[in-house]
């Protein structure tokens, strides 16, 4: 399985971006597909997840900002990020896993992309 994530870059406070994560290799389209973010000198974090059906999950400290989306059959995902803050700075990494949605912890997710970098200038 590789994930390639793509759409990051340099913007203002207040911007929007639109992650995207393309999944190809033995990728099943059951496959929970995740964010997490990896701020400098920070853990990486869990941001959102998706199931194949299209239930989510959202960290409470970017709901309302951030929506997870994925076509279908769900090959592709995308993380839209609004309004975005100079904290939102990170690596955002994607994953997929095949535990099912509810997991937070990185160690639960099988295959991870290279990440995009997202920088936000205030």
């Known amino acids: 399985v590789q994930l390639q994530a793509s759409g990051g870059g340099l913007v203002r406070a207040g911007d929007s971006l639109r992650l995207s994560c393309a999944a190809s290799?033995?990728?099943?389209?059951?496959?929970?597909m995740a964010w997490f973010r990896q701020a400098p000198g920070k853990e990486r974090e869990f941001v959102a997840s998706i199931a194949w059906n299209g239930a989510t999950q959202i960290a409470d400290s970017v709901k309302g900002r951030f929506t997870i989306s994925r076509e279908n059959p769900g090959y592709t995902g995308y993380l839209q990020i609004n309004t975005l803050k100079p904290e939102d700075t990170a690596v955002y990494y994607c994953?997929?896993?095949?535990?099912?949605?509810?997991?937070?912890?990185?160690?639960?997710?099988?295959?991870w992309g290279q990440g995009t970098q997202v920088t936000v200038s205030s």
């Open positions: 994953a997929a896993g095949r535990h099912g949605l509810g997991f937070i912890e990185a160690n639960k997710y099988d295959f």
């Open positions: 290799g033995r990728f099943f389209s059951s496959y929970i």
